[in-house]
């Protein structure tokens, strides 16, 4: 991974941090906040892919994406939440010391069925700076 990466969920959660360490970024999806959630069960499904480079050293990859979440009360096993997305991940590289790493993650969404907060309700609760 580069040095630092950007993340920007703004338009998933109103979220964004452009200057995360690699282990940040790497321990955000992960997390109890997040997929890290044992009560929570998702799919995502990555298709066609664009890759462009803009320049000798950032390059800019989009790929659709359909995500399906869905949270579950761990007594009951009965369903609390779900949604599901439609839309682009666009994953920034950046050319360091030679070799592309990912220097960033946008989400675009095109829709949303049902409500994301409904699934993670406190992302993001943790500072994401290690």
């Known amino acids: 991974m580069a040095p630092q990466v950007t993340l920007d ?45 803009l320049s000798s050293t950032i390059a800019v990859a989009g790929r659709q994406i359909r995500a399906m979440h869905v949270l579950y009360n761990p007594d009951t096993k009965k369903e609390i939440a779900r949604s599901s997305g439609h839309g682009v991940l666009q994953f920034t590289y950046e050319k360091v010391e030679g070799v592309w790493k990912i220097a960033g993650l946008k989400a675009s969404n095109d829709f949303f069925d049902n409500e994301m907060r409904g699934v993670f309700p406190s992302f993001p609760i943790i500072e994401l700076k290690l």
């Open 9 to 53: 969920y703004t338009e998933v959660f109103g979220y964004k941090n452009d200057s995360l360490t690699p282990e940040a970024y790497v321990e955000t999806f992960p997390s109890p906040d997040m997929l890290g959630n044992p009560n929570v069960k998702t799919q995502h499904l990555l298709v066609a892919s664009t890759v462009r480079q």
